[in-house]
């Protein structure tokens, strides 16, 4: 950058010590053993209690991913009501809530509802209290089983009740039978029209010149 007119000398820092103060990440190994740890004891200090939270299968943004679903923050007020949960009571047994997600679509609705409904068939509730059991705990003998390990126990929730997307457009269009034979290459025929009125002119130049030459060949 070249100086002009009588302003003030530039204070250019190329000397600066940057040396001592570059972030070297050589404890990565101890952190990931640390972090393992971490939630090893998280696992124990939880149990039998899974360490992630039920969320629910929500549509991912944008026309690009829409075709996705993925986990989502918390169920809305409707799907906990629809499900016959009470919104206080959804966070005490591990359903995550989302007050401010709301349902654009009934089949969002009927799904979520259902995951609710199965997780809590599957929900073995302890009291909070021993011997003193209240409404919608789980019996004694189930408490007993599962605290003597009787009854498998899932320890991460995103196993227990996975959320799973279309492999492949083969299997997302398999389940459509009202596409005829005609439409399955509409894309290919469309593209085939387009090239074809592109070119027509070049075309028929091409066959006219052609013609001229075999009128005078005759001659």
């Known amino acids: 950058m070249t100086i002009k007119h009588n302003q003030q000398i530039q204070h250019n820092h190329f000397r600066k010590d940057w040396q001592r103060r570059v972030r070297c990440h050589f404890d990565q190994p101890g952190r990931k053993l640390r972090r393992r740890n971490a939630r090893v004891a998280k696992a124990v200090a939880v149990a039998p209690r899974p360490v992630d939270k039920l969320r629910p299968i929500v549509r991912c943004p944008t026309i690009k991913y829409n075709r996705r679903v993925r986990a989502g923050r918390g169920f809305t007020f409707t799907e906990l009501k629809e499900a016959g949960i009470p919104r206080k009571f959804a966070r005490t ?92 290459d509409a894309y290919r025929r469309l593209r085939d029209a387009r090239s074809e009125a592109r070119l027509v002119g070049v075309r028929e130049k091409r066959a006219k010149a052609k013609a001229e030459e075999a009128q005078a060949a005759k001659k």
């Open 93 to 184: 047994i591990g359903i995550s809530v989302d007050p401010r997600r709301q349902n654009l679509s009934e089949e969002s609705l009927a799904i979520n509802v259902e995951r609710l409904k199965s997780y809590q068939a599957r929900l073995i509730l302890f009291p909070r209290r021993a011997g003193q059991p209240k409404k919608g705990d789980a019996p004694a003998e189930e408490v007993k089983k599962a605290q003597k390990g009787e009854i498998e126990v899932a320890r991460h929730l995103q196993n227990a009740q996975p959320i799973k997307n279309v492999t492949s457009i083969e299997d997302a269009f398999s389940e459509r039978k009202d596409i005829g034979e005609g439409e399955k």
